[in-house]
């Protein structure tokens, strides 16, 4: 497994498996069956509401918890809640998460980002990250942190490179983890000419193609499935290398246009929302 060295000096692995819309009993399953093949990343969130399935599939899979990078977002409803980590790491199952993001920039997010940081420093949580935090949302965190966020989870694709954000992000060291990798099943993307010409050139499918120019371009990229042979096949990609020539190519397909495109009145709705957590 490849990996990126965070600006903390912890280590992620490129690719992972996400469980956004999976539901609980899909979720428990595409963990268990994805660590057993070789994933060792896996990133949920309070929003989900499948981090207990999640918890669940870890610990079914048979893989040692020290060797998971497990990674979960606390969503906005849960910024002032003082026991919010402690009650994610219970439905979780763990002591501590790799990784723990605030969701989205609603309601009183700054009391968000302060818990992380407290989590960060009595170990809760070994890295911290910022999530759809884009423009002036990340230049007034930059104003107010006390600990630099070691990941910043934004939509990425070759259509919509963030190529003005990974200016911000590069120079605190910041990874940026992309969600969308695949253009949220747009086929538009998928069929462009280049990937199946890349494809047929590596032996992969276009979209293994469009996963392994998430990597080369230095995104931990983490595709969702509830199709085993898709968790596979993404995996699948750290056996070749796309070259200069091909990423120069993909390059020309940024549009700088994206899919998803958040308001401010769903920031609100965002912040009055709480998750129906599972129960035991």
Same mark, same amino acid.
């Given at each position: 497994?490849e990996?990126?060295?965070?600006?903390?000096?912890? +280590?992620?692995?490129?690719?992972?498996?996400?469980?956004?819309?999976?539901?609980?009993?899909?979720?428990e399953n595409?963990v %268990? +069956?994805? =660590?057993?093949?070789?994933?060792?990343?896996?990133?949920?969130?309070?929003?989900?509401?499948?981090? $207990?399935?999640?918890? %669940?599939?870890?610990?079914? *899979?048979?893989?040692? $918890?020290?060797e998971?990078?497990? *990674?979960?977002?606390?969503?906005?409803?849960?910024?002032?809640?003082?026991?919010?980590?402690?009650?994610?790491?219970? $439905?979780?199952?763990?002591?501590?998460?790799?990784?723990?993001?605030?969701?989205?920039?609603? !309601?009183?997010?700054?009391?968000?980002?302060?818990?992380?940081?407290?989590?960060?420093?009595e170990?809760?949580?070994?890295?911290?990250?910022?999530?759809?935090?884009?423009?002036?949302?990340?230049?007034?965190?930059?104003t107010?942190?006390?600990?630099?966020p070691?990941?910043?989870?934004?939509?990425?694709?070759?259509?919509?490179?963030?190529?003005d954000?990974?200016?911000?992000?590069?120079?605190?060291?910041?990874?940026?983890? *992309?969600?969308?990798?695949?253009?949220?099943?747009?086929?538009?993307?998928?069929?462009?000419?280049?990937?199946?010409?890349?494809?047929?050139?590596?032996?992969?499918?276009?979209?293994?193609?469009?996963?392994r120019?998430?990597?080369?371009?230095?995104?931990?990229?983490i595709? !969702?499935?509830?199709?085993?042979?898709?968790?596979?096949?993404?995996?699948?990609? =750290?056996?070749?290398?796309?070259?200069?020539?091909?990423m120069?190519?993909?390059?020309?397909?940024?549009?700088n246009?994206?899919?998803?495109?958040?308001?401010?009145?769903?920031?609100?709705?965002?912040?009055?929302?709480?998750?129906?957590?599972?129960?035991?």
């Amino acid at each position: 497994m490849e990996i990126v060295r965070l600006n903390n000096n912890l +280590e992620c692995p490129v690719v992972g498996i996400g469980t956004y819309m999976l539901s609980p009993t899909d979720a428990e399953n595409s963990v %268990r +069956e994805a =660590l057993k093949m070789g994933y060792r990343l896996i990133d949920t969130a309070n929003a989900y509401v499948n981090e $207990r399935a999640v918890g %669940r599939g870890i610990k079914a *899979s048979g893989v040692e $918890r020290g060797e998971v990078f497990l *990674s979960t977002k606390l969503w906005p409803s849960e910024y002032e809640n003082p026991d919010a980590v402690d009650q994610t790491l219970e $439905r979780l199952g763990v002591d501590y998460v790799d990784l723990l993001f605030i969701h989205q920039p609603a !309601g009183n997010w700054l009391a968000g980002y302060r818990q992380l940081e407290k989590a960060y420093r009595e170990g809760k949580a070994r890295s911290i990250g910022i999530s759809n935090f884009e423009g002036k949302y990340i230049a007034e965190l930059e104003t107010k942190w006390e600990i630099v966020p070691q990941f910043m989870q934004v939509e990425a694709h070759p259509y919509y490179t963030q190529k003005d954000l990974r200016v911000t992000l590069d120079q605190y060291g910041i990874k940026l983890m *992309s969600w969308y990798p695949l253009g949220h099943g747009d086929n538009s993307l998928i069929n462009e000419p280049i990937f199946a010409e890349l494809g047929k050139k590596y032996g992969k499918t276009p979209a293994q193609v469009i996963l392994r120019w998430h990597t080369q371009m230095g995104f931990v990229v983490i595709p !969702g499935s509830r199709n085993v042979h898709h968790i596979q096949d993404n995996l699948d990609i =750290l056996d070749f290398s796309l070259t200069d020539e091909d990423m120069a190519r993909i390059a020309k397909l940024d549009k700088n246009v994206r899919y998803y495109h958040r308001t401010d009145a769903q920031l609100n709705q965002f912040a009055a929302w709480r998750p129906g957590f599972e129960k035991e």
